[in-house]
């Protein structure tokens, strides 16, 4: 009786199958960790997004009236400010600050938004009355700013981008804001937009 094994033919047909199914294999691999990958990358987007509206919503909708007094401490600045001479787009004191560390400070903060280099900046004081020289802390929100936009609702539904309203400045008592409407134009995302009710 005779030993018969493969022919050479055998093993290279084999060998053939063997890497065909391989490759196969490690293309279909490479597609799941890239999709893995850019699925991430989308989340952690979304995750921004939604921190950044968070943010806006929050602090509009905490507008609190507190006058504040200006960096060189000889005037006060309204509760909220929307002429920044392209500095920012608002400034406001918001109620709700929370200290969870129970610290020696009130629950008011100055706030204010900016765009720079495409990117929605959130900055904040730790004191509302902000002596010369105090830097605010600042925190980028999201990247990929293409429009940022926040206007306002008056008492005669009207939406004005200023407050007080250009054909309302000099009238003795204006009050704040019924409402904000915040447009939010990002690279990829397309526009975004929110109302947020104010406190009266």
Do not use: C, H, K
Request: aromatic residues 8%; glycine residues 10%; negative net charge.
């Amino acid at each position: 009786m005779t030993a018969r094994g493969f022919t050479l033919i055998e093993l290279l047909v084999s060998m053939a199958i063997f890497a065909v199914i391989s490759a196969l294999t490690l293309g279909g691999l490479n597609a799941v960790v890239t999709q893995q990958e850019l699925a991430r990358e989308d989340m952690e987007e979304l995750v921004r997004l939604q921190r950044a509206v968070r943010a806006l919503t929050g602090d509009l909708g905490q507008l609190y009236p507190r006058y504040v007094r200006d960096s060189l401490g000889s005037g006060t600045e309204p509760p909220l400010v929307t002429e920044g001479r392209g500095e920012f787009y608002v400034r406001l004191t918001r109620a709700g600050w929370r200290n969870p560390a129970q610290l020696p400070r009130g629950t008011l903060q100055r706030v204010q938004y900016r765009v720079e280099d495409e990117e929605l900046i959130r900055e904040s004081w730790v004191v509302l009355d902000a002596p010369l020289g105090m830097e605010p802390r600042s925190e980028v929100l999201i990247g990929g700013v293409e429009e940022f936009r926040i206007e306002y609702l008056d008492g005669t539904d009207d939406w004005s981008e200023t407050w007080p309203p250009l054909r309302r400045v000099g009238e003795a008592s204006v009050g704040g804001p019924r409402a904000a409407r915040i447009t939010l134009t990002l690279a990829g995302w397309g526009e975004i937009q929110r109302l947020v009710e104010m406190m009266p």
